[in-house]
């Protein structure tokens, strides 16, 4: 089965910390994506990045910064040098054809985090 | 681009009463799903469509029924709503390809209230 698990459910950290939001993943299939989602207070879901199975390599886009570990099936998600800007909630999720079809997702909980000034 | 659309922004309805959440999008996807997100539980698929004409169930789909007539517009239908449907909605759409996925586009979200 499918499964994505976000064990933090709410962090808070004070501007310009460096916080690492964790995502772990699980699936039978050796070809699947794993996806990292923002919902501001706003309410929208903001895509931030796609990563597939074949693709061990991590990535880095300005503050934000992804670490993919297949061995430990995670694939956290790190910003540096917080800002209030960055409050938001975090989904992690996990695309894989163990369900049916390869588009769906299978989200996290959710982390909230909440960057004080 | 006005990428994925949802109406209406909020809606609130009796129990028993029965609507329709429109969704739209001129991205020309193939992939469409709809999600509802409850508090502490993530988003949850209820229904998705890999192109017009087919469609099929997700994680949580009583109570709900789509279609597909067009590759822009997949409606959601409440039959008879009830307490247990009250949840915010989201529309989404990606490409599609045999065996990949790809970044879904989510609508704005649509806030549902049955009382």
Not at chain 1, 29 to 57: A, C, H, M
Not at chain 2, 28 to 49: A, V
Not at chain 2, 72 to 91: H, W
Request: glycine share 8%.
């Amino acid at each position: 089965a499918q499964k994505v698990t976000q064990a933090q459910t709410e962090i808070s950290v004070v501007e310009k910390e460096d916080v690492t939001l964790d995502c772990v993943y699980e699936t039978r299939d050796t070809t699947y994506y794993l996806f990292w989602y923002k919902q501001p207070p706003s309410g929208e879901l903001v895509f931030l990045i796609r990563r597939n199975s074949f693709d061990e390599q991590n990535e880095i886009s300005g503050r934000y910064s992804w670490n993919f570990q297949k061995s430990t099936s995670s694939f956290n998600f790190t910003i540096t040098a917080s800002q209030v800007v960055d409050s938001a909630v975090y989904f992690c999720a996990l695309s894989a054809n163990e369900g049916g079809s390869q588009g769906n997702l299978i989200f996290g909980k959710g982390t909230k985090l909440s960057v004080k000034p | 681009n006005a990428g994925v659309t949802q109406t209406p922004k909020f809606q609130v309805l009796k129990t028993g009463q029965s609507m329709t959440l429109q969704c739209a999008q001129d991205m020309n996807h193939e992939y469409m799903s709809w999600y509802r997100q409850d508090p502490g539980m993530g988003l949850r698929l209820i229904h998705y469509s890999v192109g017009a004409g087919i469609t099929d169930q997700g994680e949580v789909p009583n109570g709900y029924n789509v279609s597909r007539s067009t590759t822009e517009d997949f409606p959601l239908r409440l039959l008879s709503a009830a307490p247990s449907q009250t949840s915010v909605y989201f529309c989404a759409s990606s490409y599609s390809s045999s065996g990949r996925s790809y970044e879904q586009y989510f609508g704005p979200g649509t806030r549902l209230t049955v009382t």
